[in-house]
């Protein structure tokens, strides 16, 4: 008899566009990506690597959530989340033609957050664009300002000194 491999099915809610926040729709549509989970069969090296690639996008999921505080980079994510789920869509709608109003009506949902998301990232980047740089500003540390190299292979700054 075969062992069941044991899937842990990750449920996400999906929340309109009209009950949330700007701020909040780079978090919906991270949410609303889907990964399985996997169970390893046993702690052999093959199974616990197989979970640990399959699992992966589960732990990148929750990094983007709870951990990243970037907007950029929750946006971008969220970007790539959103270009993925439009590709399906159109795909389904292409099998389906007009049998489906439904499947329609998700792909111009799914549209319609990914322009408001190139709206804010458009939006972030000027933000940034109009910032002064760390290192203009001197909020970086002296060594980043360097390509002085020192003897053991790191970056250091230089550490001549004028004596007269």
Known sequence: MKPLHILTVVLAF????????DEDLAATVIRSEFHAGYNPLDNSEAELNKAAVI???????????????DPEVRVCYALRVLESQIASARRIVEVSGN?????????DTL?????????????IQKRKAEQPSAAANGSLPADSLSNKSNVIGGWLPSLRWGIT
């Open 14 to 21: 999906t929340v309109t566009a009209a009950e949330q926040k």
């Open 55 to 69: 699992n992966s996008a589960l732990r990148l999921q929750y990094i983007m959530l709870h951990e990243v505080r």
């Open 99 to 107: 049998e489906s109003g439904r499947s329609q009506e998700h792909l």
């Open 111 to 123: 549209q319609k957050r990914q322009t408001e998301l190139a709206r804010q990232f458009r939006e």
